[in-house]
């Protein structure tokens, strides 16, 4: 193809048009993620009693959820539309700073919700987070997801793209060159306090669910009125929030799983984009940004779980739908 007929705006479109199906997508999650989560903080604020034990942390992880969901999609469609038209570096810094620091947030704030239901389910004789503990959780939560998020500031700007066949030159958001040992540090230690945050969540609410198992088992000896009866005071008296906060903690790690695998492989194959054909980019793209789920699904988490934050949800609804 000749120079003449192949400038920045052809090149631009058309890998544009190879992330349309990602660009789609993430306009939904983008509309689905601020009703939800907007819905979440009003209600739980202003409605419903949020520093109640079992609910304190919701408003802070809707704010959280709201937040990640806006910069992940902006990031996200201006990365889909301007590919190699991108605006400048203080955007692609920006970008880069806040959904790294909202992810480890995010990850942060649900290990400390799963050590809350531990205390509670698990111990519920021993020492239990009270509000001041809980507001100074919270805010060290933030202060280490700057920190870990710092560093990116360093490692992204607005590069130089070089067409191989056309020469023809564009600007894409990506690593700082001759940074390569700093980004994998970073990254490295990243993923590391990603996975340790897990692994701790999956051995707390995996004494939570034991836990709730065997205060259920010996209801099963009881009458079945007693049982219905029993089990109906303990959801009441606060286990579904556990339950609740675990399908979140379970749909949170499946939602980053995805994005993982993908981030080593572009760290072992700097081309890995390059050589995809149109149908895999629109796929691998996807697949790519699961990760935004995770600041999207919660509400709907919500509204099935909490009787009473569906209740209020459905009654401000704009389009008055009624609880069966």
């Known amino acids: 193809m000749k120079n003449g007929t192949f400038d920045l705006v052809t090149w631009n479109n058309d890998y544009a048009r190879r992330y349309i199906a990602s660009t789609v997508l993430h306009s939904l999650y983008l509309v689905l ?7 979440a903080i009003i209600i739980y604020t202003t409605k419903m009693n949020s520093k109640h034990d ?16 806006i910069v992940s999609t902006t990031f996200m469609l201006i990365t889909n539309n301007l590919p190699y038209s991108y605006p ?11 959904a790294s620091g909202l992810i480890i947030e995010s990850i942060f704030l649900l290990f400390v919700i799963s050590v809350q239901r531990y205390q509670k389910i698990c111990r519920p004789f021993g ?13 060290l939560v933030s202060l280490l997801a700057v920190a870990l998020a710092f560093p990116s500031i360093f490692l992204y700007e607005r590069i130089e793209v070089v067409h191989l066949s056309t020469n023809v030159t564009g600007h894409g958001c990506g690593p700082v060159p001759n940074t390569d040992t700093f980004a994998a540090i970073h990254r490295i230690v990243f993923m590391v306090f990603e996975f340790i945050s897990i692994i701790c969540m999956s051995i707390f609410y995996g004494c939570v669910g034991y836990t709730l198992m065997t205060k259920l088992n010996p209801a099963r000896k009881e009458p ?9 005071k303990g959801i009441t008296n606060g286990k579904k929030y556990s339950l609740m906060f675990m399908f979140i903690s379970l749909a949170s790690t499946l939602c980053f799983f995805p994005p993982w695998i993908f981030i080593l492989l572009e760290t072992n194959d700097k081309t890995f984009w390059i050589h995809l054909s149109y149908e895999e ?9 699961v990760f935004v ?15 009473k934050f569906r209740q209020y949800a459905f009654k ?6 009624k609880e069966s």
């Open 293 to 307: 789920l995770n600041f999207v699904i919660n509400p709907f988490i919500y509204c099935f779980f909490d009787s």
């Open 33 to 39: 993620g601020v009703c939800g989560n907007l819905t």
């Open 127 to 139: 020492f239990q987070m009270n509000l001041r503990c809980k507001r100074v959780v919270t805010l």
């Open 316 to 321: 401000y609804c704009p389009w008055k739908i």
């Open 88 to 98: 400048n570096t203080a955007i692609c810094k920006l970008l880069h700073f806040s």
């Open 281 to 289: 980019t629109q796929f691998f793209v996807i697949l790519r940004g």
């Open 54 to 69: 079992d609910r304190y942390f919701i408003p802070f992880l809707a704010s959280v959820d709201l937040a990640g969901c």
């Open 224 to 232: 079945r009125v007693n049982q219905k009866s029993w089990r109906e």
